[in-house]
């Protein structure tokens, strides 16, 4: 009757460099806000990797890593970015009042850059000039720059005060970086700069964590979205938009014989219909998760949770208690489909206080159900006796795990 069930994977992720930071001081020298820079473990700098890959890369880092050092420095930041990027659009994850975007003097700034800059401007974005020249190519963006950062290293203290004169008319702040001694801090304060940034004040600090993987984001959005309460189909069908193979496996499931009706489906909005909300939020779930990770540890969690779901049958839970048992089985197995710590990833999520409590706390009648499939799959592996578990819960959990079996043979076929 018993089976051995399948084993999973590391759950252990590598703590990486995300970014590093360096703050930016007000006159007061209070931390106002900081400037995040682009670090990589492997020793390649911006300039190797290409701006537009590395501001990516930290644009993502910020938002989706996990980290304790990481809180203080999500608003304000400033980004450096390059023409590319700023046309591209990726900039859209950030909101307007969370970032300044710096731009960097490699930049020819074209008519169509401008264009750019001033379509951000109109959305409420800030900008900083970073490592001002005074060149006159740079002038058109003068008008639509908030801050005018300067390498005091670079300028002497008559040429600064000379352009903080001739641009008096603009509404700019000023801020001074490669400040390296008090001397010049209080020069700078002189001249008129009301920010500060450099060496003496505050070195970059690397700032390390966990990189969450963007297959484990993907399948955070589908969750947040699938199990609202009334999940929105368009927002759905966007979702799924770069997801063909899914699409078509669900579509080839609901014009199948279990499910056919009078006309075939040909949307995500008629297959949802079709299917009924309860079905299509776990096939897609259970297609989601098979197309982005090894069969083996896909099956294990997708078994826990239909089991999980069962189990809650069993304990004479309503359709709601059932469904928040089955959810809060596929939540605790992401460290085994993407090695990452559940407690970490359901944080990001937003999802009842019941399954958070269930992961993190091990609180309530799910995190029990949880713990009984965990004691039954270690009977298995361990070769062991059973205990106190009853056969009938071994024979739930194998007839799950056969259940799994024949769906993944359907979406194969």
């Not at 990516?56 to 990027?85: G, H, M, R, W």
């Not at 750019?116 to 058109?140: I, M, N, S, Y």
Request: proline share 3%; glycine share 4%.
């Amino acid at each position: 009757m018993r089976q051995q069930s399948s084993s999973g994977v590391s759950t252990e992720q590598d703590i990486q460099s995300l970014f590093a930071a360096q703050p930016i001081f007000d006159r007061n020298n209070n931390r106002v806000a900081v400037e995040l820079l682009y670090r990589s473990d492997n020793g390649v700098t911006a300039l190797e990797l290409g701006d537009n890959l590395a501001t990516t890369e930290l644009i993502y880092n910020l938002c989706s890593s996990v980290s304790t050092q990481i809180e203080q420095y999500k608003a304000p930041v400033f980004i450096n970015v390059c023409a590319d990027f700023l046309a591209s659009g990726s900039f859209l994850p950030l909101e307007a009042d969370k970032v300044v975007i710096e731009l960097v003097e490699r930049i020819a700034p074209t008519a169509e850059f401008i264009a750019h800059v001033t379509a951000f401007k109109q959305r409420g974005f800030r900008f900083a000039l970073d490592d001002f020249e005074f060149t006159a190519d740079w002038e058109p963006l003068i008008a639509l720059a908030d801050i005018i950062k300067v390498d005091i290293l670079q300028h002497s203290y008559a040429e600064v005060k000379q352009q903080i004169h001739r641009l008096r008319g603009y509404k700019l702040t000023w801020l001074a970086e490669r400040v390296e001694t008090p001397e010049q801090l209080e020069q700078c304060k002189a001249l008129g700069f009301s920010l500060f940034q450099g060496y003496f004040l505050a070195r970059p600090e690397v700032i390390t964590g966990k990189k969450i993987p963007p297959t484990a984001l993907k399948i955070a959005e589908l969750i947040n979205n699938l199990f609202q309460a009334e999940p929105d189909i368009n927002k759905l069908s966007v979702q799924l938009a770069d997801e063909p193979a899914l699409v078509m496996g669900m579509l080839r499931i609901a014009n199948s014989p279990l499910y056919r009706k009078t006309r075939e489906v040909s949307s995500v909005k008629e297959l949802t219909m079709r299917l009924g909300l309860d079905l299509a939020r776990k096939w897609i779930l259970m297609f989601s998760i098979l197309n982005r990770c090894c069969p083996a540890a896909a099956g294990l969690v997708l078994t826990r949770a239909y089991t999980a779901q069962q189990l809650a049958v069993l304990w004479h839970a309503d359709n709601a208690k059932q469904n928040q048992f089955f959810l809060t089985a596929i939540l605790y197995g992401v460290d085994i489909l993407f090695g990452v710590a559940p407690t970490e990833f359901v944080n990001q999520l937003n999802v009842s206080d019941e399954i958070k409590h269930a992961i993190c706390q091990h609180r309530g009648e799910a995190a029990a159900a949880i713990e009984m499939i965990k004691n039954i799959e270690k009977a298995y592996s361990m070769k062991s006796s059973t205990g106190d578990i009853a056969d009938e819960y071994f024979v739930i959990y194998n007839q799950q795990q056969h259940r799994i079996q024949d769906k993944f043979a359907n979406f194969s076929r």
